[in-house]
């Protein structure tokens, strides 16, 4: 991947901060986004740096639009204007649909599609103004298959499959492309939180035996953010170890 300038949202753990090591270690510039871990925030832009990279870490809280906004002053006044918006930030609220307040429901929604649609419409304008723009959105293979205890985040991310196709056809006219990873399990605390006998089971429905690693997905992003990707745009790209097969 060539050096960017690039925002990662909810990029102070998880998978979002192994894309930001990851364009790291391509020389790129680095928006850390993050809602209220700004200890951990701050280590991955040592990280970064140490890789040769530039970073600062962004707070803001991508379900509001005011936030959102003064983190594209910060981050326009560290690098001026981007070429990638990562949309990775995400929560889960686990419960059966019978027991699910509107309050969980709206809660799961609020940050991804609200934070896709905040972050997106914010940087829009950078995307379509770079080179060859890049917009990704982080979905999950539940989107596909739905899970137990996770309407709302099920719903959410189908969502972003419709938003990513619909912004690479609004993009695409301006030379930038828009597409979608769709993580299965992947080792992050959204995951090892879950009760080893889950895990298990996961282990158990992955052909490849095993729960992924956040570079496993960062590789496939830089990919999607690097010039080779110049005619790939709408997809969504699965890493899951062959679980939907
Ligand atoms: P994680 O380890 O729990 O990290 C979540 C990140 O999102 C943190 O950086 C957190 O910031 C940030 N965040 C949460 N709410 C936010 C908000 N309102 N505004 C800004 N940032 C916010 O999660 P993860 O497992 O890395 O998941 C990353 C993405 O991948 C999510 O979209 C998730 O749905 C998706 N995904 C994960 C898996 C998986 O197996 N792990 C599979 C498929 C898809 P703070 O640290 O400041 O709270």
Known sequence: MEPKTCVVTGASRGIGRGIAERFGEAGCSVAVNYHSSIDAAQDVVETVEDAGGQAIAVQADVTDLD??????????????SIDVLVNNAGINQDVFFSNMTYEQWGAVLDVHLDGAFNCTQTFYDDIVDAESGRLINISSIVAKGGNLGQANYATAKAGIFGFTRTLAHELAREGSTANCVAPGFIETSMVTDLPEEIIE??????PLGRIGAVEEVAD?????????SSFITGEVIDVNGGMDL
């Open 201 to 206: 089971q996961v282990r158990e429905d992955t």
């Open 220 to 228: 496939v992003v830089a990919f999607l953010a690097s010039e080779r």
């Open 67 to 80: 936030q959102v906004e003064v983190m594209y002053e910060d981050v326009d006044e560290a690098f001026g």
